[in-house]
C-alpha cells in the first residue's frame, strides 16, 4: 500500500499535546486528512534534547555529537512532505524547548539546502508577541529545507480560551488546504528579501571562516553550487521585463499635449469633459464600441494605421475592432487578423471610463481591465477619439 504523504509538526509547548498550540496544530488535521495527507506531531517536551554547547563541531564536520532525540527529529522533518514549527510565546520569543532544538540544528542553519517544500509557523501567546515569534519561526523553516505558506497566529491565556476561536479554526482550514496544495502542485512562493539576506550573509561568513571552523558548511555551499549566484541557490529568475522601451517617453509627450490641448480649450472659454462623444447616449458597450468612429480625431491619427480589439466580458460577450487606416476609423464585429492592441475588458468597466465615471489609466493599474500588444496605442486613444 502507497504511504500517504506526511507533515511533520514539531510543538515547542511544555504543554506538549494538552496545550494551546498541539490544540492549534490539531485544528490542521481535519482539511490535512481531506486531502489525503498524515500529520505527524513530535513534543519536545517529551523528548531529551540537551543544550546546544556552542562546540562549533556541526559546522566543521557536518553533525552534531551528541547523541539524543535530536537527530530523529531532524531526520523526520528532513524526510516530510512539509513542516509545520510551532511554538507559544515565552517572553516575547519562543519557548526553551524550541529553543534549544533550534541551537541543536545549527549544522542544518548554515547550510540551505536544495528543497523548497512547503511549511507553517504557528504561534500563541496571551496577548503579546505572537505574530513576532509566528514570523521566526517562518524564517527558521529554511533550516530544514522549506518556505512558509503562511503563518496561524492566536491569543488564549486559558487552555483553548483562544480569542475567536471559529476564526483561528477557519484560518487553520485555509492554511492546511494552502499547504496540501502547495504540495501537491509543487508550487514554491517567490523568493523574499529574507532569502536574499541569508543568502548574502550567510554566503560570506561561510567563505571567510572555511579554513577555521566552517569547513564542512564550505564544502556544501561548493557542491551545491551556491556560490554561483542567488539564481542558483533560490532556483528562480527574474521574469523577462515587460517594458516597452518607448512607451514612457510616449506617455510623458501624450501627458504634456493633453495638458496644452486643455490650455488652449480653458483660454477658449471651454470645458471639455474626459469622456467619449455618445458614451453617454450607448446603452451597451457594443453600441459604444460601434459609435467611437463618430468621436474619431483624423487630425490626431495622421500617418497611423493600426488595430484596436476588444474582448469584452460580464454582462456582454463578444469580441469586436476598430481599423484605423488612412485618416478614418471603422468599427467590425469579431475578432482581427492582426490586432496591434488588444483590450480584455468587462464592458461595464469600459463603459464607465468613456463616460468618465473612473479613470483609464486608473482601472488599468488596478487591474480592472488587461491589455496586450503596442501600449502605445493604449496612450493615444484619449486623443483619436476626443472629437
Ligand atoms: C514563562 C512564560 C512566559 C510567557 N510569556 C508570554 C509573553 O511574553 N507574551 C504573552 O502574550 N504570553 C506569554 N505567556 C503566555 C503563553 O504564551 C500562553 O499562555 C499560551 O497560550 C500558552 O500556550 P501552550 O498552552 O501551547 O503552552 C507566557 C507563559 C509562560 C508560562
Redesign the pocket.
Known amino acids: 500500500m502507497d504511504q500517504k504523504p506526511t507533515i511533520v509538526a514539531v510543538n515547542g ?3 506538549g499535546g494538552i ?4 490544540q492549534m496544530i490539531g485544528m490542521l488535521r481535519p482539511t490535512l486528512t481531506q486531502e489525503g495527507f498524515d500529520l505527524e506531531i513530535i513534543n519536545l517536551a517529551e523528548l531529551d534534547i540537551q543544550y546546544c554547547t556552542g562546540c562549533a563541531f556541526c559546522m566543521e564536520k557536518g553533525k552534531c555529537w551528541i547523541d539524543d532525540d535530536h537527530r530523529g527529529v531532524t531526520e523526520r522533518l528532513l524526510a516530510a512532505q512539509g513542516i509545520v514549527l510551532a511554538s ?5 520569543s519562543v519557548t526553551g524547548q524550541m529553543k534549544t532544538f533550534l541551537d541543536r540544528s545549527l549544522a542544518f542553519g548554515h547550510k540551505p539546502r536544495s528543497t523548497w517544500k512547503p511549511g507553517l509557523a504557528i504561534s ?6 505572537e505574530t513576532d515569534v509566528a514570523s521566526y519561526l517562518g524564517f527558521l523553516l529554511r533550516t530544514f529545507g522549506a518556505f512558509p505558506v503562511g503563518a496561524l497566529t492566536a491569543m ?2 486559558q ?1 483553548g480560551g483562544f480569542w475567536g476561536k471559529e476564526a483561528i479554526e477557519a484560518r487553520a482550514a485555509d492554511l492546511a488546504r494552502d499547504l496540501a496544495r502547495a504540495i501537491m502542485e509543487n508550487r514554491r512562493y517567490p523568493a523574499t528579501d529574507r532569502d536574499l539576506r541569508y543568502y548574502q550573509f550567510m554566503g560570506d561568513l561561510v567563505r571567510s571562516q572555511k579554513d577555521t571552523v566552517m569547513g564542512h558548511d564550505f564544502r556544501h555551499w561548493q557542491e551545491h553550487g551556491f556560490y554561483e549566484g542567488f539564481q542558483a541557490y533560490i532556483q528562480q529568475r527574474p521574469a523577462e521585463s515587460t517594458r516597452d522601451p518607448g512607451m514612457r517617453e510616449a506617455w510623458i509627450k501624450d501627458m504634456i499635449e493633453q495638458q496644452k490641448e486643455k490650455k488652449k480649450t480653458q483660454a477658449g472659454g471651454e470645458t471639455r469633459k474626459a469622456r467619449a462623444p455618445g458614451a453617454i447616449a450607448a446603452k451597451t458597450c457594443r453600441e459604444l464600441l460601434a459609435m467611437m468612429p463618430l468621436a474619431f480625431n483624423a487630425a490626431a491619427a495622421e500617418g497611423l494605421s493600426a488595430v484596436y480589439q476588444f474582448e469584452v466580458q460580464g454582462d456582454e460577450t463578444f469580441v469586436a475592432h476598430l481599423r484605423i487606416s488612412e485618416g478614418a476609423c471603422t468599427f467590425h464585429e469579431g475578432p482581427a487578423d492582426k490586432p496591434n492592441l488588444t483590450i480584455k475588458t468587462p464592458a461595464d468597466v469600459w463603459l464607465k471610463i468613456s463616460r468618465g465615471e473612473i479613470s483609464g489609466p486608473q482601472a488599468f493599474l488596478d487591474g480592472r481591465y488587461k491589455v496586450e500588444g503596442d501600449m502605445n496605442l493604449l496612450l493615444k486613444m484619449n486623443r483619436l477619439f476626443s472629437r
Do not use: D, I, K, Q
Not at 507559544?88 to 516575547?92: A, C, I, W
Not at 500563541?124 to 508577541?129: D, H
Open positions: 509547548s511544555p504543554h496545550g494551546n498550540t498541539s507559544p510565546v515565552y517572553f516575547f500563541v501567546s496571551a496577548g503579546l508577541g488564549a491565556v487552555p
